[in-house]
């Protein structure tokens, strides 16, 4: 048996995405074993992440200075603005360096199962940003679930009243994937996605 606080430290960490408590009792025991170099490293990030860590008042971000990173770059087109769903959407698509526009966080998606309305999340910070001027495009890059086109949908509908062009990522067929293990589900959207060859 550990300590209790090798065991909060445990429990801590089997919270976190993609670990159990099993993993996070080999992750705890890793950085027991190297505590004055790993643990202590471990620690001040956190303790420097949690001392600055801010919301960007402009589109959502979680970055250490208001604005973000993003919002605050001279070399982004301010004329596209992509806007997901939440934070993790936003990095993922910004990681792959594809998108020189602009970004806005909802934080969330429209579920009437889980009471988010459009209230909850932030669409009128959407439309003042885009009321504002400036902005051609608007990428609507929700996750390929119900909900998330049902919250793509409403927002496009709020946005039609605007001179932008709105426009939405493709959906269907992945890179390198085989049809007999997609489900049905993708494979439809990849048959209403199709276009001429060549």
Not at 45 to 70: K, W
Not at 139 to 150: F, H, I, S
Not at 183 to 192: F, P
């Amino acid at each position: 048996m550990a300590s209790q606080e090798i065991e909060a430290l445990s429990a801590a960490l089997s919270r976190l995405p993609g670990l159990g408590p099993r993993s996070a009792r080999r992750a705890v025991l890793w950085l027991v074993k190297r505590r004055e170099t790993s643990l202590v490293q471990l620690l001040d990030a956190l303790t420097a992440v949690r001392e600055t860590l801010v919301e960007c008042s402009i589109c959502g971000n979680i970055d250490t200075r208001d604005p973000c990173g993003i919002c605050s770059d001279p070399r982004r087109d301010a004329r596209q603005l992509c806007v997901v769903e939440d934070v993790a959407d936003l990095w993922a698509l910004d990681r792959a360096r594809l998108f020189t526009g602009k970004y806005h966080v909802l934080g969330g998606r429209l579920s009437a199962l889980d009471g988010v309305r459009p209230e909850d999340l932030t669409i009128d910070r959407l439309l003042a940003r885009v009321e504002a001027g400036g902005i051609d495009e608007v990428v609507l890059a929700m996750n390929a679930t119900l909900e998330g086109q049902t919250t793509a949908h409403y927002v496009a509908e709020r946005l039609e009243g605007f001179p932008v062009r709105i426009t939405q990522l493709a959906h269907g067929l992945p890179v390198g994937g085989e049809l007999d293990y997609l489900d049905e589900g993708t494979l439809a959207q990849a048959l209403r996605a199709r276009r001429p060859v060549g």
